[in-house]
């Protein structure tokens, strides 16, 4: 279940040897997508690595004995609040539209903290469940709560004072953030963390966001008419107004604030790819190059200037060199900004 609602099936396997790691799991999408492949439980499977990171289910090997198998039914209920799901026209997946849902509640916080977005340190994935659980904390709006209720949470387990003040000095410190990491945490459906800060950077804030018709955001580059209805869905809800509202009282920061020193245009024109195992983030070395003017990409081709690699680089190393392709180390790729 993932904080719009949406369900994504995976496939539970035997453990196996990948491109580095061991396997147990593996993403199937959607039940159209299982469907296709006329998967079945206890069935053998062929996985790969998608982009050499994503476990993927690509095929299904059929024995003798394989027509004898369960054939796989889509759920029609959420598996955490069991809500009837529903299927938007003209896509395949499908969602649970219960905003009540605990699931997507959970989900909504842990990606409201997360690193890309408010980057709230002390509130990962198995603190929002404590919270939750314990019902300290039940909306992203709750986050900025927290200083009210230290005692409940010195009564939890593993919860210490200096973990506390931890976490609520982090809470403080994201009251400061730009809009773009504010306006990708709030998870409106399409939303990237790119398309947050290209909103941004052309809007300024919030409220001007607020106003803005679906015209105005499909004339954006990189916006378009799909993630523009998004917009102009999201924002015309009461609750999400609500929302907005709420944390403005709380002293969160909703414009851009452009503090970036000016950065050598070094990589413009340039595309890059990145693959493999390195010291941060992928999201790290995406930023570094962004700001020098040069794109990212998820595939190797003929326009690929450069590849960066790390350990366990797989197939994108292999068609970086079919093409001639330049590929850079991390250490050489740390020389190169220098």
Same mark, same amino acid.
């Given at each position: ?18 491109? +580095? ?17 006329? $998967?079945?439980?206890?069935?053998? !499977? ?10 993927? !289910? ?6 003798? =004995? ?55 340190? +002390?509130?990962?994935e198995m603190i929002v469940v404590q919270l939750y659980?314990?019902?300290? $904390? =039940? ?11 230290? *005692?409940?949470?010195?009564? $939890? ?11 609520? =000095? ?9 809009l773009e990491r504010v306006l990708f945490g709030l ?19 919030? *409220? ?16 378009? %008419? ?11 809800? =009461? ?18 604030? *452009? ?23 992928? %999201? ?16 190797v081709s003929t326009k690929t200037s450069y590849l $960066? ?15 001639? !392709? ?13």
């Amino acid at each position: 279940m993932g904080r719009t609602g949406k369900i994504t099936y995976n496939a539970k396997l035997a453990p196996v040897q990948l491109a +580095g790691t061991t396997v147990s799991a593996a993403t199937l999408n959607n039940a159209q997508f299982i469907q296709s492949l006329d $998967l079945r439980v206890g069935g053998k !499977v062929k996985v790969k690595k998608a982009g050499d990171i994503i476990p993927e !289910v690509i095929g299904v090997i059929k024995g003798k =004995t394989y027509a004898k198998l369960p054939v796989f039914t889509p759920l029609t209920h959420c598996p955490v609040c069991d809500s009837l799901l529903e299927k938007n026209t003209g896509e395949v997946d499908q969602y649970c539209i219960n905003i009540g849902c605990p699931a997507q509640i959970k989900r909504s916080i842990e990606h409201f903290a997360s690193r890309g977005a408010q980057n709230i340190v +002390g509130l990962g994935e198995m603190i929002v469940v404590q919270l939750y659980e314990n019902q300290i $904390l =039940t909306d992203v709006v709750g986050i900025y709560e927290l200083k009210d209720k230290v *005692d409940r949470l010195l009564a $939890l387990d593993k919860f210490g004072q200096k973990k506390v003040d931890n976490l609520l =000095t982090s809470i403080e410190n994201s009251k400061q953030n730009s809009l773009e990491r504010v306006l990708f945490g709030l998870g409106i459906r399409h939303i990237g963390s790119k398309t947050a800060l290209i909103l941004a950077k052309e809007f300024r804030d919030i *409220d001007t966001l607020m106003q803005t018709s679906s015209e105005a955001f499909a004339l954006v580059e990189g916006v378009g %008419e799909v993630l523009a209805e998004s917009l102009v869905d999201w924002f015309k809800e =009461t609750k999400n107004q609500h929302v907005i509202q709420a944390l403005k009282g709380h002293g969160l920061n909703f414009h851009y604030l *452009d503090n970036s020193p000016i950065t050598p245009q070094t990589f413009a024109g340039q595309t890059w790819v990145i693959t493999g195992t390195l010291s941060h983030p992928r %999201e790290y070395f995406e930023a570094i190059i962004q700001a020098r003017g040069g794109k990212t990409s998820s595939s190797v081709s003929t326009k690929t200037s450069y590849l $960066l690699t790390g350990e366990n680089s797989g197939s994108k190393f292999a068609k970086a060199q079919e093409l001639g !392709v330049k590929i850079l180390t991390e250490a050489e790729f740390d020389q190169l900004i220098k």
